[in-house]
């Protein structure tokens, strides 16, 4: 620890006595001064050991003295060391007076004890503490270091944490708390993500200092681009010391070189995952089985849907297979990751969807395409992922197109018209990817029709929104696909429309449709036939029955 009047006046070689000030003496001294000017404040820096021999004072003056003293104190001297058997012969009683009144330490100096003994003794005191605080830095160093090679992140703030004796959290670009320690921190931690936010908005080295409730936390963004992607936060009951503040600054580079380190990985993965998504719509889900190996095979062995996601106020592009072109996925680095002041809605999804993904333990595959020509901090045109069904990251994209809490939906117009809009397909596997894609594109456009922003094509096929679609041209679309059709069932050569609209009801299922005809289902089987004989399409085509279904619904709606 520094060194204080009291061990000073433990200092065998000084003889040191204490005339005042008793109860004061565990004060640190940050340095000793000497000075003979009546008023020595403006020299002064506060912390100081004053050292007099009263040479230009006049000691025995009460009203001088007390003057004297309250300008020493207001400065923040912690001590007065008055050299005795030089003008005096002892230490007089109006300047003992005085310090006691102000409760100033005050030290008698023998005369055989030289001020520069003095000086030299609180110098070497604090080059001790200093050298001590820089050792122990040095030691906290590669204890962090050791900790972030065997356990990552999460050593990283244990290690930190039990090193400023408080707290230590992690938050994602989003401003969400992905690890604390200790464990109990996390919800402390949680309450700051609004001044995470605030700080990510500014430059991608700043830092800031929060006061709260229980502790004081420091913020430092981590990054080395011009928008920082995380955070760190450090808790403490008080400022940091020197050894605590080489800790803080060693875990900032750890965090910031495995930040970096896990961007570059992930621009690989991105790559792979480009790949995969390739394959699966070319119709080539073996191949995207063996690309996708640990990386993404976890996603395509479990039921997933595709999502189409593209900026609210974008038209749809001409070639709607080019989104599986992208050179790599959203997050780190995707195009338009700039300044968060300048954020692309699109990356903010991606950004989005990732963090939760990574929060839960989920794979993500999540491919963007850029504008036409784009700058380095241009902005997306479109995004396509592949999601877990039923998963977090689903649950948070469906959340950040609708503009509302999870289960809040887009109910009472509150949804931000900035957020993009997304259209989701129905849960499929790798063989049926080509037509899952299509059902996103689909919905991704019924969804600009009726702006909305987020519409599953489950909504679709169930007809939930066939009441939405009332306006001339769907009608005309309905009619136009069906009248085929109603002109073989007006000639009384048989029911294709009912019979299509029951199989499509039962999915396919030719016992439960023929059931509910009441008819063979092999005379099913025929009609099917005849109905794909007179479109001239296939109702293996996801997009044909789709499009069949909205028709029939909408042919039922009314006016």
């Known amino acids: 620890m520094p060194p204080t009047l009291a061990s000073l006046v433990q200092h065998s070689a000084l003889k040191l006595t204490v005339r005042a000030g008793e109860e004061r003496l565990d004060t640190p001294v940050r340095w000793a001064h000497v000075s003979e000017l009546a008023d020595p404040v403006p020299y002064l820096e506060g912390g ?57 330490p005050l030290l008698a100096v023998p005369r055989r004890t030289p001020f520069i003994a003095i000086s030299k003794a609180v110098s070497e005191a ?29 050593g990283v703030l244990a290690g930190l944490a039990a090193q400023v004796d ?5 938050y994602d670009a989003t401003g969400a708390v992905v690890a604390a320690a200790p464990g109990w921190a996390s919800r402390r931690a949680a309450r700051l993500t609004p001044d995470v936010e605030r700080l990510r908005q ?60 896990s961007r570059a990985l992930h621009a690989a993965e991105q790559r792979i995952g480009a790949a995969v998504l390739r394959m699966l719509l070319a119709g080539e889900p073996g191949h995207a089985r063996a ?14 849907r595709f999502v189409v996601a593209e900026p609210a106020s974008a038209s749809a592009p001409a070639d709607p297979e080019t989104a599986a072109a992208g050179e790599g996925a959203s997050g780190q680095g995707a195009p338009g990751q700039g300044a968060p002041a300048e954020a692309d809605p699109l ?26 020509d784009p700058t380095p901090d241009g902005p997306l045109r479109r995004l ?75 909504e679709v096929a169930a007809g939930s929104l066939v009441t939405l679609l009332s306006d001339d041209a769907v009608q005309a679309f309905a009619d136009g696909l069906l009248r085929g059709l109603r002109e073989h069932d007006a000639t009384g050569r048989g029911d294709l429309v009912a019979s299509l609209r029951a199989w499509l009801s039962r999915h396919g299922q030719w016992d439960a449709a023929a059931a ?41 709606s009314p006016d």
């Not at 999804?349 to 794979?363: I, Y």
């Open 384 to 458: 396509v992922m592949v999601l877990a069904d039923g998963g977090a990251a689903e649950a948070e994209c469906t959340a950040h197109t609708a503009g509302a809490p999870p289960g809040d939906g887009e109910a009472g117009g509150d949804r931000d018209p900035t957020r993009p809009v997304a259209g989701v397909s129905a849960p499929t596997g790798p063989e049926g990817a080509v037509g899952a894609h299509q059902q996103a594109r689909r919905a991704l456009s019924v969804a600009r029709r009726l702006g909305r922003g987020h519409i599953a094509f489950d």
């Open 347 to 372: 990356a903010e999804l991606a950004e989005a969807v990732e963090s939760a993904a990574a929060r839960a333990g989920e794979t993500v595959l999540v491919v963007p395409e850029a504008a036409p």
């Open 48 to 104: 100081e050991l004053l050292l007099i021999t009263a040479l230009k004072l006049d000691a025995e003056d009460p009203e001088e003295m007390r003057r004297y003293v309250r300008r020493l104190t207001r400065a923040g001297v912690v001590g007065l060391g008055f050299a005795v058997g030089v003008h005096y012969d002892d230490v007089p009683e109006a300047l003992l007076d005085a310090a006691r009144a102000e409760h100033l």
């Open 166 to 170: 408080g707290w230590a959290a992690l």
């Open 126 to 154: 604090i080059a001790r503490e200093q050298y001590r605080a820089v050792t122990a830095g040095f030691a906290a160093q590669r204890e962090l270091t050791r900790r972030a090679l065997t356990d990552g992140p999460e």
């Open 291 to 304: 690309v996708a190996g640990d990386l993404y095979g976890a996603l395509l062995d479990v039921p997933f």
């Open 516 to 556: 509910d005809l009441g008819v063979h289902r092999h005379t099913l089987r025929y009609r099917m036939r005849r109905v794909e004989e007179i479109l001239g399409r296939s109702l293996d085509d996801p997009d044909v029955r789709m499009e069949l279904w909205l028709a029939l619904k909408t042919a039922e």
């Open 202 to 261: 500014g430059a991608a080295t700043a830092s800031a200092v929060v006061g709260a409730a229980e502790d004081r936390v420091e913020l430092h963004a981590l990054g080395t681009g011009r928008g920082p992607r995380t955070a760190l936060a450090v808790g403490t009951a008080s400022p940091l010391g020197t050894a605590d503040r080489y800790a803080v600054h060693s875990a900032i580079a750890l965090l910031t070189l495995t930040t970096e380190r």
